[in-house]
T-cell receptor, first 115, second 111 residues
């Protein structure tokens, strides 16, 4: 059984650019969530996808967008990058069904630096 | 608005000692309370989790105590080891919902 894998592991972008981060969910999981973790802080929820549809969103602007594919993998896209977007971006997958979530498995994250 | 408040921010414990981390929450709709361990450069890893229908759960050296009326829960790490040195996060969620994390506690276990 593979865990959650994220790519790339590190990325440096210039302010104003766009970035795409990728996530492969754990085998058997159908839900993917994305979190932003600034240095020294707890992860903050960006959004969640279930069966290819967004079903929850945190307090992030529309320039943060995502996709979930039929194989339950996911992408996080960030447009018009700002310096404050520098953070560790975490993907978490879970198995959801019948109104219950059975726990989340996190990937190791993508460290994004905006200069 | 921080829905999960965690304390202390950091703690130092001697090898063999007990580490205690406390969390408090506001939203009574939360029904899942996990604790995560995170090492530098890695994602959070689930340690142990509890649902509000039980008051305590133990897995190895890790115990969660849950007080539903006080809306508080805590993590006890017994017989702390240097390998336990990490940042610990409490979190809370509703079914289907996002995880709300605490701010984290950096634990250092001295030899």
């Amino acid at each position: 059984e593979t865990g959650v894998t994220q790519s790339p592991t590190h990325l440096i972008k210039t302010r104003g650019q766009q970035v795409t981060l990728r996530c492969s969910s754990q085998s058997g999981h159908n839900t993917v969530s994305w979190y932003q973790q600034a240095l020294g802080q707890g992860p903050q929820f960006i959004f969640q996808y279930y069966r290819e549809e967004e079903n929850g969103r945190g307090n992030f602007p529309p320039r943060f967008s995502g996709l979930q594919f039929p194989n339950y993998s996911s992408e996080l896209n960030v447009n018009a990058l700002e310096l404050d977007d520098s953070a560790l971006y975490l993907c978490a997958s879970s198995l959801s069904g019948r109104g219950t979530n059975y726990g989340y498995t996190f990937g190791s994250g993508t460290r994004l630096t905006v200069v | 608005q921080q829905q999960v408040k965690q304390s202390p921010q950091s703690l130092i414990v001697q090898k063999g000692g007990i580490s205690i981390i406390n969390c408090a929450y506001e939203n009574t709709a939360f029904d899942y309370f996990p604790w995560y361990q995170q090492f530098p450069g890695k994602g959070p890893a689930l340690l142990i989790a509890i649902r509000p229908d039980v008051s305590e759960k133990k897995e190895g050296r890790f115990t969660i105590s849950f007080n539903k009326s006080a809306k508080q829960f805590s993590l006890h790490i017994m017989d702390s080891q240097p390998g336990d040195s990490a940042t610990y996060f409490c979190a809370a969620a509703t079914s289907w919902g996002k995880l709300q994390f605490g701010a984290g506690t950096q634990v250092v276990v001295t030899p």
